[in-house]
């Protein structure tokens, strides 16, 4: 079993920033891939950005040059750096982590979910 945490959402002003945190606990061996998704009112929950353990990094076409993923492995722990934040960036974020437990068994599990609401 593999636990997350999810921590950093809020209420922000247009241009705001908000830094998320996701730490990982458990069963772990290695985390192949960390991510974070969002899913705003009446929409499918979207990749945002994720980041493998080498350190290669993905960003949705929406938040490039505004956002930053970042992790550290000795921590298991994910972060979403998000600066100039717009109204359309509200939704429900949600951390995701694919990798390999003590027992050699492969795990993907998501977070249970911060809400950030960019509004004035």
């Known amino acids: 079993q593999v636990q997350l945490v999810e921590s950093g959402g809020g209420l922000v002003q247009p241009g705001g920033s908000l830094r998320l945190s996701c730490a990982a606990s458990g069963s772990i061996f290695s985390i192949y891939v960390m991510g974070w998704y969002r899913q705003a009112p009446g929409k499918q929950r979207e990749l945002v950005a994720r980041i493998t353990s080498g350190g290669r990094t993905n960003y949705a076409d929406s938040v490039k040059g505004r956002f930053t993923i970042s992790r550290d492995n000795a921590k298991n722990t994910v972060y979403l750096q998000m600066n100039s934040l717009k109204p359309e960036d509200t939704a429900v974020y949600y951390c995701?982590?694919?990798?390999?437990?003590?027992?050699?068994?492969?795990?993907?599990?998501w977070g249970q979910g911060t809400q950030v609401t960019v509004s004035s």
């Open positions: 995701k982590v694919i990798g390999v437990g003590r027992a050699g068994e492969g795990f993907d599990y």
